[in-house]
């Protein structure tokens, strides 16, 4: 199944970070997103129901949630959604799981602010870019200083 979801709410867990031992990095979450209405007897925004998701991201998006997500933060996650039913012995429920395609802070709840990261695949061709380029100059600066003026006719 590959339906896609956008989902807003609470990072309820603390982020869990690991890489495999091939070097794949993961990190998951779980999210409380709920539904909110104004309670007009009690003058007050009440919690009326809550959808509790496990968050996983891969790769590059993992290692910065790693290190931009904490818990109690309010987030917007885009994904893949899989829904699958399971059996206890004693209890049976359903796990609603996003792999997400996107996460960011919820800037309707705050302020956030943007740095940046390349990967190391990512700066190595950069970089060997960068080296490439700088031959091609060098020998193109070599080539013009070693050849001579030509004469001029007069």
């Given at each position: 199944?590959?339906?896609?979801?956008?989902?807003?709410?609470?990072?309820?867990?603390?982020?869990?970070?690991?890489?495999?031992?091939?070097?794949?990095?993961?990190?998951?979450?779980?999210?409380?997103?709920?539904?909110?209405?104004?309670?007009?007897?009690?003058?007050?925004?009440?919690?009326?129901?809550?959808?509790?998701?496990?968050?996983?991201?891969?790769?590059?998006?993992?290692?910065?949630?790693?290190?931009?997500?904490?818990?109690?933060?309010?987030?917007?996650?885009?994904?893949?959604?899989?829904?699958?039913?399971?059996?206890?012995?004693?209890?049976?429920?359903?796990?609603?799981?996003?792999?997400?395609?996107a996460?960011?802070?919820?800037?309707?709840?705050?302020?956030?602010t943007?740095?940046?990261?390349?990967?190391?695949?990512?700066?190595?061709?950069?970089?060997?870019?960068?080296?490439?380029?700088?031959?091609?100059?060098?020998?193109?600066?070599?080539?013009?200083?070693s050849?001579?003026?030509?004469?001029?006719?007069?």
């Amino acid at each position: 199944m590959s339906d896609t979801i956008t989902v807003t709410g609470l990072v309820a867990t603390e982020p869990k970070h690991i890489v495999t031992s091939e070097g794949l990095s993961i990190t998951s979450f779980r999210l409380a997103s709920a539904l909110r209405r104004f309670d007009r007897a009690k003058e007050k925004w009440i919690d009326v129901d809550t959808n509790w998701y496990t968050v996983s991201s891969f790769r590059q998006l993992a290692s910065n949630v790693s290190l931009s997500v904490v818990k109690g933060e309010r987030v917007v996650v885009t994904g893949r959604v899989r829904i699958r039913e399971w059996q206890g012995t004693e209890r049976s429920g359903t796990n609603v799981d996003i792999e997400a395609d996107a996460i960011g802070h919820d800037l309707s709840w705050g302020t956030s602010t943007f740095s940046r990261t390349i990967s190391s695949s990512h700066a190595m061709s950069v970089g060997s870019a960068e080296a490439e380029e700088s031959h091609v100059q060098s020998t193109e600066a070599a080539e013009i200083a070693s050849t001579p003026e030509p004469a001029l006719p007069f």
